[in-house]
T-cell receptor, first 113, second 111 residues
Framework: KAGVTQTPRYLIKTRGQQVTLSCSPI?????VSWYQQTPGQGLQFLFE???????NKGNFPGRFSGRQFSNSRSEMNVSTLELGDSALYLC????????????FGPGTRLLVL | GESVGLHLPTLSVQEGDNSIINCAYSNSASDYFIWYKQESGKGPQFIIDIRSNMDKRQGQRVTVLLNKTVKHLSLQIAATQPGDSAVYFCAENNAGNMLTFGGGTRLMVKP
């Protein structure tokens, strides 16, 4: 099976802009989670989607949002970008909601100037 | 997992030796734990997992130990190889698919 794929892999934006990142889960996986990784804060949970519904949400401002489509593909959006949003954004998928292994994609590296 | 701060602790081992990476977790109610390996420029890669009804689980060259009394996890890597050089994270599953990660440990393998 193909792994989790994320596009784009690299992105440069300026403050105030908005950005959309895309994630395609492993075939058959219905749960998609997003994480932010920075040198300062480490890996932090953003949100999880299952069956097109947000099931869990981390402690991030409302500028961070996401959605999931009927084919389980997911997008996350960050509006009004700030310098501190520069990070590696990771998507992970698992077969179903619950305590199952999450498999990560390679991430999208976002640089905000 | 408990965040150990922004400074990544580093474990340096000789090729062929065994490595032990430790992690403290924060939520006594967590009942599923995962170790991930992250190489530079890549996403975290699953290594091994363990549920709270176990205290030990073995994989290929890796063993995870769970001590619920002191909320401690360890990852043992046998016969460490240069390809094992990476940052290792423990993660606890708190609710649903929400993982809380530890701060990570950098493993450096000297040839």
């Amino acid at each position: 099976k193909a792994g989790v794929t994320q596009t784009p892999r690299y992105l440069i934006k300026t403050r105030g802009q908005q950005v959309t990142l895309s994630c395609s889960p492993i075939s058959g996986h219905r749960s998609v989670s997003w994480y932010q990784q920075t040198p300062g804060q480490g890996l932090q949970f953003l949100f999880e989607y299952f069956s097109e519904t947000q099931r869990n949400k981390g402690n991030f401002p409302g500028r961070f949002s996401g959605r999931q489509f009927s084919n389980s593909r997911s997008e996350m959006n960050v509006s009004t970008l700030e310098l501190g949003d520069s990070a590696l954004y990771l998507c992970a998928s698992s077969p179903d909601r619950g305590e199952e292994t999450q498999y990560f994609g390679p991430g999208t590296r976002l640089l905000v100037l | 997992g408990e965040s150990v701060g922004l400074h990544l602790p580093t474990l340096s081992v000789q090729e062929g030796d065994n490595s032990i990476i430790n992690c403290a977790y924060s939520n006594s109610a967590s009942d599923y734990f995962i170790w991930y390996k992250q190489e530079s420029g890549k996403g975290p890669q699953f290594i091994i997992d363990i549920r709270s009804n176990m205290d030990k689980r073995q994989g290929q060259r890796v063993t995870v130990l769970l001590n619920k009394t002191v909320k401690h996890l360890s990852l043992q890597i046998a016969a460490t190889q240069p390809g094992d050089s990476a940052v290792y994270f423990c993660a606890e599953n708190n609710a649903g698919n929400m993982l809380t990660f530890g701060g990570g440990t950098r493993l450096m393998v000297k040839p």
